[in-house]
């Protein structure tokens, strides 16, 4: 393995609770490199699986967080001036499948329908990423996968990705985890002893029934991770929870007083 590719490896390895066999499965994707799509609600444990896939198998992980402002050239590079003139500096994607790494597009719908479409040669029988600026054509390393995340939850007209996009990956469909699951995690997460972080999954879980009736997303696990450590590192467990779990989710005055009365109730 190379210089560049060890720097960008997960040295430690990443805590992440299986829910099935997802770990199997993707096991199998990547010994075929195929490339695989994520779907799941916010803080679900999308971008710690790929994180502890990555350690698991020993492959370097090149993460990009997808935004609205992403150009094509963001991915795959661009010339740069410098003193000597111009030199060309590679971007994630070509990074990655240049050194053999598994790229994560996180969040992948946030970015334009006409930026990701330079990911379509690399998720078929191809694998090749074409650098039209630089007038190569790349073929990617045997070790390379591409691996994109999002919340369908989110999905709209204009932010979705094109079915000639989605039926290029395989998938995994992520959920909360059940309530026994998800209080071993946050215990396990956290050191919090687990009769408190039953409780605070019970928050979650009332905050998670007003999910369409008020509430955009629920509360999610990482959410509860936070106000664990918060409670962990001393706060009042009812301070802990609005400020991790009731604040962040929502700027509607009536919600919050219905998720403070919750935390109230189970607090009390």
């Avoid at 650098?131 to 709209?156: C, R, T, V, W």
Wanted: charged residues 20%.
């Amino acid at each position: 393995m190379s210089n560049q590719a060890q720097q960008y490896l997960v040295k430690q390895e990443p805590f992440y609770q299986p829910q099935g066999n997802e770990v199997a499965l993707y096991e199998a994707a990547y010994a075929a490199r195929l490339p695989v799509m994520l779907k799941g609600p916010t803080g679900c444990g999308k971008s710690r699986f790929i994180e502890h896939m990555a350690w698991k198998l020993g492959k370097p992980l090149i993460t990009v967080a997808c935004n609205e402002d992403m150009t094509a050239s963001d991915l795959v590079g661009r010339y740069l001036l410098d003193a000597n003139g111009t030199r060309w500096l590679d971007g994630p994607l070509t990074t990655a499948a240049r050194i053999g790494a598994i790229c994560y597009l996180d969040e992948i719908v946030e970015a334009r329908q006409d930026t990701t479409v330079v990911i379509h040669p690399l998720t078929d029988h191809r694998r090749t990423l074409p650098l039209d600026k630089k007038g190569e054509l790349l073929a990617a390393h045997p070790d390379f996968q591409l691996a994109i995340s999002y919340n369908p939850g989110y999905q709209s007209l204009m932010k979705d990705l094109k079915q000639s996009t989605k039926q290029r990956f395989v998938g995994f469909e992520f959920a909360y985890p059940t309530a026994e699951l998800e209080t071993a995690i946050v215990a396990t997460e956290t050191g919090l002893p687990r009769d408190l972080a039953a409780k605070l999954i019970k928050i979650a879980h009332a905050a998670r029934n007003l999910k369409g009736h008020g509430l955009d997303e629920g509360i999610s696990t990482r959410l509860l991770v936070y106000a664990a450590t918060l409670i962990g590192g001393g706060v009042a467990p009812g301070d802990a929870c609005r400020m991790a779990l009731a604040r962040p989710i929502t700027d509607d005055a009536d919600i919050r007083v219905t998720l403070d009365h919750a935390i109230d109730a189970v607090f009390a």
